[in-house]
């Protein structure tokens, strides 16, 4: 993910987001009240990144739904060729577990997507759920992936938390940051030395 900027769906999306992840009680009315309103937005709000369908798994936060490949907005999963340290010092390969994850928990749900911007390289980045669950909380709880606070505002921050404090997932052991990762492997760095203290391991 690179450089989104905000843009004029971002509120409603991430409103949208916030009402997803409520209390079970409220939750079912507001999802209905939220769809209600994307569905009356104009017709000059509307964005071709808006998308709801059978999603597949490209890797632990990007999607492809119909054709149009989405990048969950706020949060940054382990690449595939990452490699984390599990509770006992086992190197483990953290983006196939999150990607796993999440292919599972999808499983034939209809994934439904509010678009909030693109990338640098034209992809959707956007707020997505499936069975009234926002996928990137979902990941982000369970310690599949992290908050990414340059593009998120904080917006995963709270989720982050939980999963630190219960040791979920990448939690229970070490890993460093999807994002430092890509810089260390971009730069000619191996997978393995970029996975590893050799790249400045944050966690």
């Not at 998308?51 to 595939?80: C, F, K, M, N, W």
């Amino acid at each position: 993910m690179c450089s989104p900027a905000v843009s004029r769906n971002r509120m409603g999306a991430m409103a949208a987001a916030r009402l997803i992840r409520m209390s079970k009680p409220v939750r079912v009315a507001s999802f209905t009240f939220v769809s209600l309103v994307i569905a009356a937005m104009p017709a000059d709000r509307a964005r071709a990144g808006d998308v709801a369908g059978q999603a597949s798994v490209i890797d632990g936060d990007t999607l492809e739904i119909l054709g149009t490949r989405v990048r969950l907005y706020g949060i940054d999963a382990p690449e595939h060729d990452q490699l984390c340290r599990d509770q006992h010092g086992a190197h483990y390969r953290c983006g196939q577990v999150a990607a796993n994850a999440l292919a599972a928990f999808i499983g034939r749900q209809t994934v439904a997507c509010v678009e909030v911007d693109r990338d640098r390289y034209g992809r959707v980045v956007a707020v997505c759920s499936a069975g009234k669950v926002d996928l990137a909380d979902w990941l982000v709880r369970g310690g599949f992936a992290v908050d990414w606070p340059r593009y998120s505002k904080g917006d995963y921050a709270a989720a982050e938390a939980e999963a630190r404090g219960a040791q979920s997932g990448l939690w229970s052991g070490r890993f460093v940051e999807p994002w430092r990762y890509r810089q260390c492997t971009g730069g000619g760095g191996r997978p393995n030395v970029c996975s590893g203290e050799g790249a400045n391991e944050q966690r």
